[in-house]
């Protein structure tokens, strides 16, 4: 790991300030992807800003029909969460299937977020329960955020201080987990509002999406067999040399039918 | 004799001091001033090294030195042998690559070492290991063994003109052939035998120490004995006498067959640290074990088998492929001819057999020894074949099997190796009792109400251990208040030597376990003619040695405890810790003072009672075994669930239960593991593409299922203890009764075989054949 | 460069100065000299190096030194009692036969004790699932998971056979 000058501030403005000021400073959260790049030396910080100390970004609370969950809070807090499970029971288990144990006690869905990992669960639900994302500037609806491997809405210095969950009246989350790394090869969050329902699909693609054919079908008829003839393209999904996109593509179907029994 | 002797399932004496975090590995050892080592690797699969411009790291901060293969030669530092003899039929030798220890104007895969960079500290050294400057001029790679025998194939070696060194047969094919073509069945199969990385959880580290003043240097690693590497380092590439250099090893994470060898990196450690005249360490981070820790299997093989219109075989032909690496290590060929040779055609008679095979050289890191050491292989191949045989005849699997199992022992096989004992039918028929074979068809049934694809497979398989040096040196030391010092040449990492040496000395010498000490991993007190522990040969080599010590032992004692009761040495029987004649009685404690003190002995005695042997084996042994697997298929994704594991296994007379049941799950968790996940991958273009956890699938904790094992135990005839190896039977078992349950699970799917890893996909696509895309 | 912090590791206040990249696995083994902690990855997927943070188990190669500060941090030193008596998570290892090289143990032992605080009763799928970041190479994990249920759900052990 190269060295870089740590600082950890204790307040949002703190914090702000320290990543307009750095030339190359870069945020930690729980640091669960950040740090394993920064050992294979696959990046190189000058600074490092960590979000750790920033009370204002923990904590999860139910906001009239919505669920927020601060930046920093981490995953096993958020799968135990009484508030999220009795709202948000598929969000809740989603956390729970992160990483392993001491991952998710580390990280958190803030530092998820950001990373924007294609194989990372959150965008799954940040995607399929239109979420928003607060950040220091603004509010960013789902469908605005992830863009690219990577790469998300985010600006230079823009900092996530909350999502916003609206409750749905049913959820679930599948996920099918990478052979080595646990990852999600395909993650599928279903959730419907109303006559409204949302697919988020992660890990399947460069970014999360949503799978609007299955959305269409599953408006007519929140059901898995209204989706049992919907087929995902396997063009522009992601190829491992454990998965194909093909496969992918077939697992995305599976495993929303999964999430709509299940919901 | 002892309480706590053979048979008992003592907890383990080693455990408490590694439970409390108090083990030492060689990481963990440190030496003031130490220098750190980072070696620089090719990123090239494939090249000639134009230049190398050593200046911009050694300006980094931190840095002492920086060496390539230049520094070496001009020391006169030899390069790396593979000491492996094999001729083709017409009695050509094989031809033989030197390996540098850092590469010399060509590398050939990629990770090579090309230098070695000393600085203050590990991340100096990394940071200055980056700067070095090599020019180099790309060269075409190849990376598989059917790959590297096309004619336009890019050659490694030009000295040799391809990239196959020998072609190895055991004997001309026309008998065999004619045999085949009279066979009223014949079968085939073609099996990819998956590379795999052997990782054991604690990466490679060195740790050496010149010590100008005693002109010896001490060098600190984690091998499967430090006198295997000791006389080699020494004398070969330092130019010591071998007692001028002291390997310690004490505690080790594990070894599975790739800690036994000289690694490159070992040497430049070492004479790295003797050139500088100062300590020298480097720990591989777990990248780069991956690309230099030599692999193992990586074979393809091409099998026939003949069988009669009873389903009795007629005839086996195998043709075989082993990736040899881009170099030749210290086994490398050896693994399909002595490794898996010895035991083919496995539990079964074959009249005719015909084996061939080719190494081949390629753009990969080496491959040597790896759990079970060709044996895996071989017996994969021929339960693949057995599973066809019974396709092919119509008899069941069992049938099939238990009409061509050896019944005759002793038994010679093909390869000239005599195999002393074994009950491979009632083993089979123990086995498939415990797994409620006969009622499998219901639970098929009833999981495909449930949607759920259900399989069985059956898997007897034969192992060979003892390893090739047949001897080990032991020693056993009783003090005078009667506590035991064994110096061991086997060496645990992680079989628990500590408790079973200190149960046979219970059994033999009746002294608690709690009083006996194993000293081991450190040349400088180990017995001279120790070799190590590998090829499952510990419980027969350093048992067999500790039990002819310890019968020297009470020889003496005795003739001490007939002088101390003034009784005839004949006349004293030793049992449970104590001497008896007549009526009078001596314990081993009153008899062990006694031996040391010159006015008690025997006239003409040498006092003490300190005994060794260099154990010479008989012939080595053979574990076998017959494991079932049930699994479970989710025919949505593909996705295996094991849901029983039966494994039946002749580890001969079984020393600690506790202990072999380990070696067991271990070996079967890493034959699953092979069979499910793991995969080490080279693309066309010669790069390693699974070289993380995070791409190299391991077996965890969920991908097991909890095994129910038993013994079938026939005692070995040939070793004083009847042991047999436990260390690789179960990676020997269960890739074939897998991979037989997939295939079962699939049979309504035209399914007859699936290469492994039989990852979710494969068995997806496996399903979805007829309507999945080319 | 180097930056000063202040710790609690096994109930004692410990003090020292780190770069800020030095891991917590790196203070804790090179600095400190407390080894029993281990590191057998590059990629936070083994869980050689697990230890306790403020009571909740995380992985020590994945943290830096100074986000440990003002931290309690229990390492596998710390869990036996001073006279070396092990914690009943050791003692079920050992009884189970939980290990075999020990290189993996110390993070197993620590992850063990983690599920029993957060999880008591748990069957033996959830067990395996909880042991989902912790690799172990010679065990086949038989040993293991069966330690942990007999200290989380004794029923649930399954019979051995030592015959």
Redesign the interface.
Known sequence: MRNFDYHAPASLDAAVALIGDKEDGKLIAGGMTLLPTLKQRLAAPSDLIDLAGVAELKGIKREGDEIVIGAMTCHADVAASDVVKSAIPALASLAGVIGDPAVRHRGTIGGSIANADPAADYPGAVVGLNAKIVTNKRVIAADDYFIDLFETALEQGEIITSVRFPIPERAAYQKFRHPASGYAVVGVMVAKFGADVRVGVTGAAGSAFRASDFEAALSENFSADAIKGVKMSPDGLLSDIHCTNEYRAHLVGVMARRAVAEA | MGQFGIGQPLRRKEDPRLLRGEGRYTDDVNVDGQLWAAFYRSPHPHADILSIDPAPARAAPGVAAVFTIADLDADGVPDMPCEVELSDLSGRPMWKPMRPILARGRVRFVGECVAIVLAATQAQAREAAELLKVEYAPLPAVADSESALAADAPVLWEALGSNVPVHWQNQDSAPVDAAMAAAAHRVRVRIVNNRLVPSPMEPKAALAAWDAQAAKLTLWAPTQGGRRIQANIAKRYLRLEQDQLRVISQDVGGGFGMRGQTYPEFVAVAWAAKQIGGAVKWRADRTETFFSDYHGRDQVNEAEMGLDSDGRMVALKIVTLVNLGAYMAENGPRMPIEGGGRIIPCCYHAPQFHFSVKPVFTNTVSTDTYRGAGRPEANFLMERLMDEAARATGLPREEVRRRNYITQFPYRTPMGYVIDSGEFARGMDDALRMAEWSTFEERRTEARARGRLRGIGVAAFIEAAGGRAPTEDMRVRVDAEGAVTVFSGSHAHGQGHDTVFSQLVNEFLGVDPDRVRLVQGDTDVTPRGSIGTFGSRSSMMGGGGLKASCEKIVAKATLVAAHLMQAEPAAVRFETGVFRAGASETTFSEVAAAAWDARRIPEGMTPGLDESCLFQREAENFPNGCHVCEVEIDPDTGTPEIVRYVAIDDCGVVLNPLIVHGQVYGGVAQGLGQAMVENALYDADGQLVSATYMDYGMPRAHHMAHVEAGFNTTPCRTNPLGVKGAGEAGACGAPPAFIGALVDALRDHGVTHIDMPATPEKIWRAINRANAPA | ?K?KVTLNVNGQERTAEV???T?LVELL??QLG???????????????C?IH?DD????S????A??A?GKKVV???G??AAD?T?HPM?EA???H?G????????GM?M?GV??AR?LPGAD??T???????????????????EAILSVVNPGAV?E????
């Open positions: 460069m930056t770069e800020p990249r891991l083994r090179d407390m080894t029993g902690t281990h590191v057998g990855c590059d990629t936070t997927q083994c869980g050689c697990v943070v909740k188990a995380v992985k190669c994945t943290m830096l100074v986000q500060q390492t596998i030193e869990l036996a070396g092990l050791q290892f050992r009884d036969h290990l075999q090289c020990g290189f993996c143990t110390p032992v992850m983690d599920i957060r033996e799928k067990v395996r699932e909880q042991l989902e970041g912790n690799i172990c190479r010679c065990t086949g994990y038989q040993g293991i998971v399954k051995h056979h030592h015959a």
